[in-house]
């Protein structure tokens, strides 16, 4: 924290020093006044400019996310004098919204800055936030950089809350008392803002499943939601990640404290925890005063998707409102209702997409929070606009599993979007899919059950390569397909065992639609989730009356002799067991040897019996 003594200010610039009261007289009718971002919020002068006794006419505040910036009476109305110009609807404006007071701007955050430098957003007067000016004149822009060079530099007039709690940031964040004509003490906390630890079971499970798909060495940018900030508690066995965000938060402090926060593997800015604006609270703010570990830039140079796209392994986390079933996102509206903005989602979700490894990630809930309607929709609701493209969507996440869009074909998305949705809307998505021409008449969904992440098993084979053995799902139909077009003739076998030369819709529908009670299976696939190899097929078939399961098996051609028939089996037989299942049972022809050796080999109690031109196999756990 910083001191400051205000005659001393005065002494050094007789010239510059006001009250609030007094500066904010610099506002003429018709002016465009910026306002300072978040929790810099220059919250004493706006109030300041409100409470003038005759307000100035048509000014129009220009500002991005405010705090405390617009007062409201005990019903929750804005008292506002003035009309806004917002690039983002916090809580801060949505009544300011409802009542006809703001203009809202749908752009990228990041684009801002030319559209004030080239004259399109002429701004007359910025007010700032920053921090005592040091021993050279220079003062810091503190916790909030983001557009505000921007705006200090095409203001005609500058005036700055000068503030001794205001920390001083290490980065492109210093400005010089020569460009400030007005500078007004303060005495008040930096507005701190603290995202509590979820309690939902629904937003932690979201969380997790965002979690796992995030590699070692990866570069976060966590994006404002609630969703993205409680991922960051279940990456504590991860290492070397590194953070090159629009916005910092709390969340971000047990990684650093655990020595997982190190930026190691960065491609740019290499251990430093890059941001453009922080929202925090007081401990996260004494943390960044004067640390060199931290370095906050523009938005135009942190949300530049060129820099983005050279970042190692560069994951977004963003949050968003709904989707449909093409893939269409909307983030800044919900059923006619402007919330939000988009922010930097744009470009950290096409930069993290051009990155070597990136991971561009969209999150929600499967509902609304009072669960009366999907946030996965058919199509988009009116007054709700897509702010991501469809074709920029990679992972969709909701609290029933994890959804890869990118490459599929629209029967392919809206399939996996509906096995993520809430299972009290499916019946209603697939027939809106069949009735929109998205899917085939007799498609169905079979599982009502969130994504089972633990049951997901990495195994190392005998020819040194390592596979993950996950529940099948409903969109692993076309990969499976391809498998069992890539076996040998003599090898084609379906879960009966009988030779065949097609595997039709329907069965290949039920080899990974399942409802994982009577019916379940596994896949073995290399590689990432975006460039999944699917090499192995595992299901069983639970028999009610006789508690016994049937079993089917598909290994691809390379991978037979490597173990992975062994691996299926025993994760069949494991997850078997844990459900209670009695045992296996399968019939065999008599040629497939293999067949027989492996169900030996993973079971003592074996019995093999010949009916004409079938084993009856039965292994009992």
Not at 404 to 421: F, N, Q, V, W
Request: net charge neutral; proline share 5%.
């Amino acid at each position: 924290m910083n001191n400051l003594n205000d005659e001393s200010l005065r002494a050094r610039f007789p010239d510059k020093v006001a009250s609030a009261k007094e500066a904010v007289l610099a506002v003429k009718p018709g002016h465009r006044v910026f306002v300072g971002t978040a929790c810099a919020t220059p919250r004493a002068l706006v109030a300041a400019l409100e409470d003038l006794p005759n307000p100035p006419p048509d000014v129009e505040l220009v500002h991005f996310i405010t705090t405390n910036a617009v007062a409201h009476d005990a019903v929750g109305r804005a008292l506002t004098h003035y009309r806004h110009r917002s690039f983002f609807v916090g809580s801060d404006l949505r009544a300011a919204v409802q009542q006809g007071l703001v203009e809202y701007v749908p752009i990228q955050i990041s684009k801002v800055p030319e559209l004030m430098a080239k004259g399109s957003l002429p701004i007359d007067v910025a007010f700032i936030q920053v921090s005592p000016p040091d021993l050279f004149g220079y003062v810091s822009l503190g916790v909030s950089v983001d557009i505000i060079p921007a705006a200090v530099a095409a203001a005609k007039w500058v005036i700055a809350e000068v503030n001794p709690a205001m920390p001083r940031t290490q980065g492109d964040t210093t400005l010089h008392v020569r460009d400030i004509d007005r500078l007004v003490p303060v005495h008040t906390p930096v507005t701190e803002y603290v995202h509590l630890p979820a309690t939902e079971q629904v937003v932690q499970q979201i969380a997790k499943y965002i979690a796992g798909i995030i590699d070692d060495g990866s570069t976060l940018q966590i994006g404002l939601g609630r969703i993205p900030n409680e991922a960051l508690r279940y990456l504590s066995d991860r290492r070397d990640l590194g953070i090159h965000s629009d916005v910092i938060t709390d969340a971000i402090l047990p990684l650093l404290e655990k020595g997982i926060l190190t930026g190691r593997s960065k491609s740019q800015l290499k251990s430093k925890v890059v941001a453009s604006f922080v929202l925090g609270s007081r401990a996260l703010y004494d943390i960044i005063d004067g640390n060199p570990l931290f370095s906050l830039h523009p938005m135009s140079w942190v949300a530049n998707q060129e820099v983005i796209a050279a970042q190692h392994k560069m994951v977004s986390i963003s949050q968003a409102f709904s989707i449909d079933l093409t893939g269409q996102v909307c983030s800044d509206q919900f059923e006619g209702e402007l919330y939000g903005g988009l922010g930097a989602q744009v470009d950290f979700v096409r930069g993290a997409a051009l990155s070597k490894g990136g991971k561009p990630i969209v999150c929600m809930t499967s509902t609304t929070d009072d669960g009366a309607s999907s946030r996965i929709r058919a199509m988009l609701a009116p007054g709700e606009a897509a702010t991501l493209a469809r074709s920029d969507v990679h992972y969709v996440v909701t609290e029933f599993g994890i959804a890869y869009l990118h490459g599929k074909s629209i029967r392919e998305r809206a399939l996996s979007l509906i096995a993520i949705s809430h299972p009290d809307f499916r019946a209603v998505l697939l027939e809106e899919g069949k009735r929109l021409g998205y899917l085939e008449t007799s498609c169905t969904i079979q599982s009502a059950f969130p994504y089972p992440v633990e049951d997901e098993l990495r195994v190392e084979l005998r020819n040194n390569k390592s596979v993950n053995i996950r529940p099948a799902t409903v969109s692993d139909a076309g990969a499976v397909k391809s498998l069992f077009y890539g076996l040998p003739a003599g090898d084609r076998y379906t879960r009966f065992f009988r030779q065949v030369k097609a595997l039709s819709t329907n069965e290949v529908q039920r080899l990974c639609n399942l409802d994982y009670k009577h019916s379940v299976a596994f896949v073995a696939v290399q590689g990432e989730r975006e460039s999944e190899l699917l090499v192995g097929h595992a299901s069983y078939f639970v028999n009610p009356s006789t508690n016994l399961a049937e079993t089917a098996f598909m290994v691809g051609t390379g991978w037979q002799g490597t173990g992975l028939g062994s691996a299926l089996q025993r994760r069949l037989m494991g997850h078997a067991k844990g459900r209670g299942v009695r045992g296996f049972e399968a019939e065999i022809l008599p040629e497939n040897t293999k067949m027989i050796k492996l169900a030996r080999s993973c079971c003592e109690n074996v019995t093999v019996q010949r009916d004409e031109d079938v084993m009856h196999v039965t292994m009992i756990f």
